[in-house]
């Protein structure tokens, strides 16, 4: 990654982060008079604390001030964030990293407003932007460079349950716990289950942005264009992860509602636009799309879907230990561990139906 990316030996506390903020500004854009500076917060995220400055006359001009969450650095790869960050931008699909601080980040801001259900799902053109986008982060060579691409899901898993609790000292949440979960050690043996059936998978190993929540999907309507932000897990996952996952996200984060998983129809067609867009890339003499190579794409999401709701389920479960962001963790580890068995025995009806189980 690039060298010349400054550090700077500030703290911002979350409870008195403005004038923190407004002295970081100031030493990366030293024409702004501090007293001019605005402050914009921005509450839609579960993983840390964002802001961002900016001038009233130039509103789109945004630095954006991220706060890392509790105890973040145990699962997160910073480095490996700030290698992202290098990549998508050389790329043009990322707004520049300005600097670091003592527990954060300041970066560029990505023009266009955050995706809701209804412009996911129903626009037709930003669906296909959607993916046409997907398809150019998946061409990207990541930090291991072409032909070296190591996947790191079962990796990151692992970190994940070694930093799960086994047990809640709060006997509310304990009893959520053991009621809804079983145990630490239920989790990891049905994770086990999951495990072996992803490493049958036939799937390339592609570098992925893997955590495409509509909050992380910005629409520039002026340009027509859709970005990608929040680059924390960015890492070599399976293709059909980020495409599961996405649609996984329909649902929600506040009111979940997984009525709203696409179906199949909805799935094949998008997944159609994908590979058309990645073969163009990637393959660019031989660029034409089967049926049968949509069909077994289709298979992949759908276990990739399941794959990340153990993920996000298992993420959660940390989250409710370490994180001191207002947000039930607990109860939302539980709703994706609840979605997966219930997808799980859709999975299998429809390996069943195309006697592949």
């Known amino acids: 990654m690039s060298t010349d990316i400054p550090h700077f030996d500030i703290n911002i506390k979350l409870e008195t982060p403005e004038d923190d903020a407004v002295k970081l500004v100031c030493k990366l854009k030293s024409t702004w008079p501090a007293k001019d500076i605005k402050i914009k917060y921005f509450t839609a995220g579960i993983s840390n604390f964002l802001m961002g400055c900016y001038l009233p006359e130039k509103p789109d001009d945004i630095v954006l001030i991220r706060i890392y969450g509790e105890s973040s650095e145990l699962f997160t790869d910073r480095s490996a964030e700030r290698q992202a960050f290098n990549i998508l931008h050389q790329a043009g699909l990322s707004a520049p990293m300005y600097c670091t601080f003592d527990n954060g980040m300041a970066y560029g801001y990505l023009k266009g407003k955050p995706l809701t259900q209804k412009m996911a799902i129903h626009d037709e053109n930003i669906r296909k932007l959607i993916a046409q986008e997907m398809a150019k982060l998946h061409s990207l060579n990541g930090p291991e460079g072409d032909g070296k691409k190591v996947l790191f ?4 898993m692992d970190i994940f349950f070694s930093l799960c609790p086994d047990s809640f000292p709060d ?36 570098y992925s942005h893997n955590d495409l929540l509509l909050q992380n999907i910005v629409y520039d309507e002026a340009a027509d264009k859709i970005g990608f932000i929040d680059y924390e897990y960015c890492f070599y996952n399976f293709q059909a992860f980020d495409i599961g996952n996405h649609f996984n996200e329909y649902a929600g984060i506040d009111e979940i509602d997984y009525n709203l998983y696409p ?95």
């Open 263 to 357: 179906n199949d129809e909805y799935q094949l067609s998008w997944i159609r636009t994908y590979l058309e867009c990645y073969k163009k890339l990637t393959q660019p003499s031989c660029c034409e799309v089967t049926d049968e190579e949509v069909r077994n794409f289709h298979l992949n999401v759908q276990l990739c879907s399941l794959a990340s709701h153990y993920f996000w389920g298992t993420w959660a479960l940390l989250q409710a230990k370490y994180s001191k962001i207002d947000f039930d963790y607990l109860g939302y580890a539980v709703i994706r561990f609840e979605e997966y068995f219930r997808r799980k025995e859709e999975f299998k009806l429809m390996l069943e139906d195309m006697g592949r189980l």
């Open 153 to 156: 899901f079962f990796k990151k």
């Open 171 to 206: 006997p509310e949440k304990q009893k959520i716990f053991q009621t809804k979960l079983g145990s630490k050690k239920a989790v990891q043996e049905e994770y086990d289950v999951l495990r072996s059936r992803l490493e049958k998978m036939d799937c390339p190993v592609v």
